[in-house]
């Protein structure tokens, strides 16, 4: 059981819009701690996509857009393409635990 | 350009020790934490823990304190994760990755080491 809650999968056809949520509490998400998002394929490391809530790294499209509020946190990818089929992953910090916490991870299916 | 490239992959049995690599360059190495992230069969990323290069200081996270060892050899740019017994439920994806310079986020990653265990 993840620290952070994100739906197991999404999908959507090319060129639409879908976004992936992730739950937190008041140890983590809640206490305004920054959410981070990885994009991830199999066998292939895995890429930053949103650090510090709504940052996106040189180079990532800003087809992908990261949001935040209260206890959760949204990934927005809009102009579905078949390349984003992928896992993504949310993260943050948590404090009673006093570590890093990822979500359980949501697969993207373009359909 | 930063790159982390780790040690390759290794095939062990339960009971035997092992420590795998994590190389840093193109950037300084004793002033950014390295993180271990790793990924069971069929499950999602697990932080495991870190290192800052520079002085050594660990953190873990509580699932995996005391199952195994982070540390690093600034000398030579290089994180380590070492099991002294390893276990079959050990087998996974291993990935080293390089924290951002504001909270603890992972700019840069590794290429992963596959560690299989067999029991």
């Known amino acids: 059981q993840s620290v952070l809650t994100q739906p197991p999968s999404v999908s959507g056809a090319p060129g639409q819009r879908v976004t992936i949520s992730c739950t937190g509490s008041n140890s983590n998400i809640g206490a305004d701690y920054d959410v981070h998002w990885y994009q991830h394929l199999p066998g292939i490391a895995p890429k930053l996509l949103i650090y510090?809530?709504?940052n996106r790294p040189s180079g990532v499209p800003d087809r992908f857009s990261g949001s935040k509020s209260g206890t959760s946190a949204s990934l927005a990818i809009t102009g579905l393409q078949a390349e984003d089929e992928a896992d993504y992953y949310c993260q943050s910090y948590d404090s009673s635990l006093s570590g890093v916490v990822f979500g359980g991870g949501t697969k993207l299916t373009v359909l | 350009e930063v790159q982390l490239v780790q040690s390759g992959a290794e095939v062990k049995k339960a009971g035997q020790s092992l420590k795998i690599s994590c190389k840093g360059s193109?950037?300084?190495?004793?002033?950014?934490?390295i993180g271990w992230v790793r990924q069971m069969p069929g499950k999602g990323l697990e932080w495991m823990g870190m290192i800052y290069p520079g002085d050594s200081d660990t953190m873990y996270s509580p699932s995996v304190q005391g199952q195994v060892t982070i540390s690093a050899d600034k000398s030579i740019s290089t994180a380590y994760l070492h099991w002294s017994s390893l276990k079959a439920s050990d087998t996974g994806m291993y990935y080293c990755a390089k924290k951002g310079v504001t909270s603890p986020y992972f700019d840069y990653w590794g290429q992963g080491t596959l560690v299989t265990v067999s029991s």
């Open positions: 193109a950037y300084n190495f004793t002033s950014h934490w």
């Open positions: 510090g809530d709504t």
